[in-house]
């Protein structure tokens, strides 16, 4: 589940088997259902006022998105002649919590350990929690709340492990970064690390032209000349799992080599993308 193809601005979502959706800087536009999709025993056609379209397979949806991208932004006047922009000012809950997807992208992405993360966690829910007041039922409030014991948990983890290993593992644990540990452990076994073959062409293929749809995974820019970057190198281990593989243009291709992009936002980056199978 997640984007499984993109132009510009324009996303196509998988949310469910038979169910994606057409955005436009996160906003849904369109649902399409394909012949897969089983509705849920909770879904309400009256509540939801998103346009649903339904298409024969999923070429006809991916025709249907790119031809939505190929007409370009969307017009603020829907397709039942109502004003969508003056739903949005009357909705003020709907840009805040836009602003918190936002929020929650920049937080999977900190390059930082997770005691740092925690805590931003905690401050961000709070500050939510404070503005909304007690109103559990908001879907705002539920966010924040979310945020702040996520971020809680971390923390009263970080004290599990020091009660079991001892309080200076917690602290490397909660406070020190990826990079400073990784290189640690690079220096004292650098002899023992096997290095990994080059993937096979079967595997690139499969990641270029399915998965990455030939556009760099990291800046979203098609290009002719895509390469496959290992996120832990292949002269330290870094196995060929897609999951440790992003296509990258050349020019991140070479930022991502220097250090330039960290592992933990390329991790990050991966983790969003749709999965594939290489075998």
């Known amino acids: 589940m997640g984007v499984v193809r993109r132009e ?8 469910d088997e038979g169910l994606y959706k057409i955005t436009y800087q996160r906003d849904v536009q369109l649902k399409v259902l394909t012949p897969d999709h089983s509705p849920g025993s909770f879904e309400n056609p009256t509540i939801d006022t998103v346009p649903v379209h339904e298409v024969g397979s999923y070429e006809e949806a991916k025709g249907l998105f790119e031809e939505k991208a190929h007409d370009g932004a969307p017009s603020s006047i829907g397709l039942s002649g109502e004003n969508q922009m003056e739903s949005i000012d009357t909705n ?13 992208e920049e937080l999977e992405d900190i390059d930082a350990p997770p005691g740092v993360i925690a805590i931003a966690l905690i401050i961000v829910g709070g ?5 909304q007041g007690w109103q559990p039922t908001e879907s705002v409030f539920q966010v924040g709340a979310l945020m702040a014991v996520g971020g809680l948990l971390i923390l009263a983890w970080g004290v599990v492990v020091g009660k079991s290993n001892g309080w200076n593992v917690a602290k490397e644990f909660l406070f020190e970064s990826e990079s400073g540990s990784s290189s640690s452990q ?23 032209f399915e998965r990455a749809d030939q556009w760099c995974e990291w800046c979203g820019d098609r290009s002719d000349h895509l390469e496959v970057h290992h996120i832990e190198p292949r002269s330290e281990g870094g196995s060929n ?34 999965e594939v199978s290489v075998e």
Request: charged share 35%.
């Open 186 to 208: 690079k220096s004292g076994s650098d002899s023992d690390v096997r290095t990994t073959p080059p993937p096979s062409e079967k595997t690139k293929n499969t990641l270029i």
């Open 127 to 131: 500050g939510v929690l404070s503005t």
């Open 241 to 274: 799992e897609p999951d440790n593989l992003i296509v990258l243009c050349p020019n991140h291709h070479r930022q991502a080599d220097k250090g330039g992009i960290s592992k933990t936002k390329l991790k990050a980056k991966v983790r969003r993308l749709p």
């Open 92 to 104: 003020p809950d709907q840009g805040v919590e836009r602003e918190l997807d936002a929020v929650g």
């Open 8 to 15: 510009g601005d324009w996303r196509l979502e998988k949310h």
